[in-house]
């Protein structure tokens, strides 16, 4: 079955540095876009990168663009997130998810619901 784990998360102060890593199982990731998506507490969840289709082409939201890198390695069935230049407004719980084809258009447009399976999440703090 199709499985994605999250993991990489944890406590760390502004400015500082993080690498979440989504873990893909059931399926091969290489020929399908994943997005890492985030929901702040009392906030709707929001897209911030996607990794799209066979190319691997990246997209970043503005608030992210310059600050993380969304990478894979295909022979580890994996897709990353570096972060960088941490703020405070980046406390959330961080999503994996796949889009069910390779086009990637889901993601790339925040379409929460046009992404079909998802992680349970792994949380990242941001505080001094």
């Known amino acids: 079955q199709v499985q994605l784990v999250e993991s990489g998360g944890g406590l760390v102060q502004p400015g500082g540095s993080l690498r979440l890593s989504c873990a893909a199982s059931?399926?091969?990731?290489?020929?399908?876009?994943i997005g890492w998506f985030r929901q702040a507490p009392g906030k709707e969840r929001e897209r911030i990168s996607c990794?799209?289709?066979?190319?691997?082409?990246?997209f970043y939201a503005d608030s992210v663009a310059g600050r993380f890198t969304i990478s894979r390695d295909n022979a580890k069935n994996t897709v990353y997130l570096q972060m960088n230049s941490l703020k405070a407004e980046d406390t959330a719980v961080y999503y994996c998810a796949i889009e069910g084809g390779g086009y990637g258009s889901s993601c790339v447009m925040g379409r929460i619901d046009g992404m079909d399976y998802w992680g349970k999440g792994t949380l990242v703090t941001v505080s001094s």
């Open positions: 059931g399926f091969t990731l290489e020929t399908y876009t």
């Open positions: 990794i799209i289709g066979s190319a691997g082409s990246p």
